[in-house]
């Protein structure tokens, strides 16, 4: 009998433009930036396409911010190490935030939405800094407590408009900068994050996930990375949360809800971890989806958690590792 | 008998094991020596099952493609497909590189751990009997695994191993980090459980000099394929071998 097997060979135009050869013709440019290129376009004539479809607009909207989540818990989780379930934190806190410099220190906006960034990201990585030395579950379980803290204490002692929120956010000046703000911060962070990746500081925090204690014997301070870190995450998160306070112009409990936990997770499991790209190519596929299946009402979440399972058991690598392995590689069959 | 034929390993497009032939006839000690990357593990962990695990994993991850070609025999039964879980019921056991015991249980848990698939009785017998080869164990049966020290560890690795019954034991570098006066410990061992057992013991190390007085015969690995086998007269009578393993 012919024993054969299939592997897998690199296709001559990866191996061309990439390690230490240089790009050099426009089809090997074409090659490296493709993927990019088509995202990025994709991702800015989205809402001239949705011209017609107000409610669609929307819904990009709302889908980026789950992409700042998700990038921000793929970081955290693939690259650091640090299983972090506070995205519904970094949303409240991000809004609150922006709803009290807008409304009770009237500053504009795009004054606000910053602001509201850094010191959310300060506010979230203090409350996370004593938890920074616990691993796996426990900070897990410490991120998704916070939460329900805030809600707890904002309704108990009716601060911040209590119950009811904080109303009379000034809303974006007109709709297309309110499409826009959101995909370039998306884009922004996408690519920098995967950036920071490659730089030293990138290494070093990967090595933080593998084995910390080498890290140390290196001499480097792993608290202060993970502080870093955090910081970075929780402040790609607290603009989210700014701006999605702004585009309901309302700051309210909801902000707290546990979507902004969950559906990050889900997406970084369809779409693949540890590159942040499929993170946000997972929350392309999910929002959308749950907005479809909103027909359905309340049996949604029942064809949801089926699609999830599938592709955890079936498809754990991901979307985005199995189409890369598309682009890059060839299969054919080999004699041995 | 335990019977590996034409073992071929591909890790994606690179070639671990290439051709490997083993035969291991019952109650010898079989010994594989290599030097790092020559194979040694992979062979290990192909004959346990514990590859067909690995490759799984890697096909849910989306990482490197494993493929196995080859059959392997045990007693004449073919068990090329069975799961480890299944060829350690079938009694093919290993005691993995670098131990793997469960750190934070008591040494007595750990070898409780050991005899899952056998019942009450045989495993007090098995304790006694591991007891037995491993007298200083006796002072540890309360502490916590992680807290011994490498050569404690590897007495207690091997003592979980021996507390399944095996057949087969396959030892993948039992030596591995070991002082010598541990080194002659586990050799010591290895000696009675072939003499009071009589299983059949594979043994893998790179540093052959211990092990090679107590094989019957001897598989020599270099780059994934098995250059040499014989006797260990044979093995030490050839010169390459005896200046590129045996340092004399």
Known sequence: MEVRRKERIDRGIKVRSEGIYCVSSPKEMLYVAGPRLLLIAGLLL?????????YWKRVVNIMCVYGLLAISFDFLANVVGLVCLGGAMFIG????????FNVYLHCPVFLAIPLAGLSGALICTVLL??????????????TLMYPLLFTRIIEALNILGG??????LDSFPNPYLENYVIIVLLLIFLFGLRRLMDEDIGLVLRGVKDNDQSVRASGINVAHLKALAVFITSFIGCLGGAYLAHLYMWAGLSLFALDFSIIPIAAVTIGGGGSMMGAVIG???????????????????????LILTGFIVFRSEGLLTYFARKYDQFERWAKI | MLEAKELMVFYENMLALNNVSITAETGSVIGIFGSNSAGKSTLMYTLAGIMLDIKKKEEMRGGERITLFGALTLEGRDIS????????KLGIVLCPERRRIFPESSVLENLKIGSYLTGIRERKKNLEYVLGVFPRLHEFLGRQGGFLSGGEQQMLAIGRALMANPKVLLLDEPLLGLSPVYQKIVIEAIKEIRKTRGITIVVSEQYSRPVIPIIDKGYIIENGSSILEGTKEELMDNPDVKSAYFGI
């Not at chain 1, 806190?93 to 009290?100: E, F, K, L, Q, R």
Request: hydrophobic share 55%.
């Open chain 1, 163 to 168: 119950t009811n929120g904080i109303t009379g």
């Open chain 1, 93 to 100: 806190v991000g809004g609150y935030m922006t709803a009290i």
């Open chain 2, 81 to 88: 497909n069975l799961p480890a879980h299944a060829r350690a």
């Open chain 1, 46 to 54: 989205l809402p001239l396409v949705l011209e017609m479809a107000p």
């Open chain 1, 283 to 305: 929350t392309f596929i999910l929002v959308p989806l749950s907005e479809f299946l909103r027909f359905f009402g309340t049996f949604r979440i029942v064809i949801y958690c």
């Open chain 1, 129 to 142: 800094l004593p938890c920074l030395a616990l691993r796996g579950v426990y900070f897990a379980i410490v």
